[in-house]
């Protein structure tokens, strides 16, 4: 009986990841299979180098709750805004909420 390998493996050299293939009977569609399949790894390769990127540039991430807050604005009973890290503080929290942030940044 002959028989005739119509298996495919293909290897992409710069990344190392190689496709193996031999779903079909043509060695020519097993190759087309094999090389959607390399394009579709190196895509998600791609995107979670990507990821990955964008998570060393941005950092730890802080959980915004109590105690995680920059500045306390107190709008009733009585009026304040108090800065957490300068412990700046001010009563015209209109001024503040209008723009006047001035005494914040010093």
């Not at 028989?3 to 190392?16: C, I, N, Q, Y």
């Not at 031999?22 to 097993?30: I, T």
Request: glycine share 6%; aromatic share 4%.
């Amino acid at each position: 009986v002959n028989k005739v390998e119509t298996a495919v493996r293909l290897r992409h050299l710069p990344s190392g990841i190689t496709i193996r293939c031999e779903q079909e009977r043509s060695q020519l569609r097993n190759r087309e299979l094999a090389m959607q399949m390399l394009k579709a790894k190196l895509a998600v390769a791609l995107r979670e180098q990507r990821v990955s990127e964008l998570e060393a540039i941005r950092g730890e991430l802080v959980q915004a709750g109590w105690g995680a807050q920059i500045r306390s604005y107190v709008l009733a009973p009585y009026k304040m805004v108090k800065d957490l890290r300068t412990q700046y503080e001010t009563s015209q929290p209109q001024d503040v909420l209008d723009g006047g942030l001035d005494g914040f940044i010093d």
